[in-house]
């Protein structure tokens, strides 16, 4: 069975960080293109960022674009969403989501999902 389990999310005040980490459990990360969603109360799901084929090439939202990076680690079979100066506006459940096979940009469906990790930035 192929699973994806994020992690990572909590609370943080306004201009926090937090990691995301997204991991598998019966396949390799490395041989797929890992996106990164997430979908806030009463909200559509919207992309936050990507990693498409093993050359790394990676596509950000332009509301995280600057402050936010999509990163894998093969040896560890993760990939990492780094959250810097975080905003109330980014409070939601991220989700990160699998494709095979990858391509060199990132594609538009994703054939596994994880259950997601709740990030809520608040005072």
């Known amino acids: 069975q192929l699973l994806l389990v994020e992690s990572g999310g909590g609370l943080v005040q306004p201009g926090g960080s937090l990691r995301l980490s997204c991991g598998a459990s019966?396949?390799?990360?490395?041989?797929?293109?890992i996106g990164w969603f997430r979908q806030a109360p009463g909200k559509e799901r919207e992309g936050v960022s990507c990693i498409s084929n093993s050359e790394g090439s990676t596509n950000y939202a332009d509301s995280v674009k600057g402050r936010f990076t999509i990163s894998r680690d093969n040896a560890k079979n993760m990939v990492y969403l780094q959250m810097n100066n975080l905003k109330p506006e980014d409070t939601a459940v991220y989700y990160c989501?699998?494709?095979?096979?990858?391509?060199?940009?990132?594609?538009?469906?994703?054939?596994?999902w994880g259950q997601g990790t709740q990030v809520t930035v608040s005072s």
């Open positions: 989501a699998a494709h095979y096979p990858p391509g060199s940009s990132c594609p538009a469906e994703y054939d596994y």
């Open positions: 019966g396949f390799t990360l490395a041989y797929f293109a």
